[in-house]
């Protein structure tokens, strides 16, 4: 496969972008693409997930390449020929391009087998976005010797051309809350006869702000945002109950820990200030993205020496389910330049085409080199 071929192959999967879980034609195009080669497939127990495995001729270290291949529920606005013609479903975050990068390395690696000392396995993992796949793909015993990981992810704030690496954490862990204050719902116009939730769940909101500001040391990053709040139906009547849900973003794990019980603590306590009672449940998603320092380094140099410019990447507190295969495993999460303008998870994002193929051959290169080291 040569650039254009893999260009075409990036345009077609974002023309049909499928949904976590649903990753079927995705996962068949993928699977013929690589099947011409003669590339093997191990078991895989998602059914949109593959995972190919290229031997080497002589023997080395086991290194894994994962992809994510899931959509976003978005209705596309980019304007591009080749946009998505799934009504309300589009490539939003660029995971079409993570699963033509990696592909496009393993077409690569299999062209250079004979060079290869060792194995690389070539993990492309359906439902990332709503954090399953990668639980469920960590743990297949088909990857169970893989060590060292590597994933890409696309960057607009990056030119085609510039790889962001950075040692440490990098993304951040997700978890989601959902909260219940009860009261005791009556007439808004005599709210003795009642208890209220609402001032209650108020005085939460602005003093669960004080777990980030007051609650920890202010150089360890932290997250705490309430996305979703619902009470009643209407203006005269005061309703039983409030549901508050949010999220948590962190770094670091001792952190997480603290801050989830803490507000699980102050939401109790506020409650029965207010005569109220509450409940809180946790829905935990995947750890922070931790990178490697030796692997850093590695992939830095190896970067310069094929022509991209390199720079740190931010760290952001959106979550990415490649910290699921990184529990016991060393790995690094690379930051792809891609340009566009626009902000992953938004209808006009874009990415550069020009950024797809040296993404390939530097995912190739580093997996060879890797495994006969
Ligand atoms: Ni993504």
Known sequence: MNEQQLIAFFEDIHRHPELALQETRTSGKVREALAATGVEFLPCSLPTGSIAVIRGAKPGRTIGLRADMDALPITEESG???ASEVPGVMHACG????????LGAALLLAERRNELAGTVKIVFQPGEETSEGGHIMAREPALQDVEEYYACHTYPAFPAGMLGLK?????????AFTITIRGKGTHAGNPHFGVDSIPAAAALILSAQTLITRGKDAFEPAVLSFAHLQAGNTW???PEEVLLEGT???????LRKTLRRRLGEMAEMIAKAHNCTSEIRWDI?????MNDPELCRYAQSLAREMGFDVAPQANTMGGEDFSEYLRDVPGLFVRVGTGGGYTNHHPKFTVNEKA???AARFFAELALRRAGI
């Open 80 to 82: 591009l020929p080749y």
């Open 95 to 102: 995971h079409d391009f993570h699963t033509s990068a990696v």
């Open 167 to 175: 040692t440490g954490p990098v993304m951040a862990a997700p978890d």
């Open 236 to 238: 005269n009547i005061i």
């Open 248 to 254: 948590l973003r962190t770094l670091d794990e001792d």
């Open 285 to 289: 998603g995947p750890g922070p993205v």
């Open 356 to 358: 797809l193929w040296p």
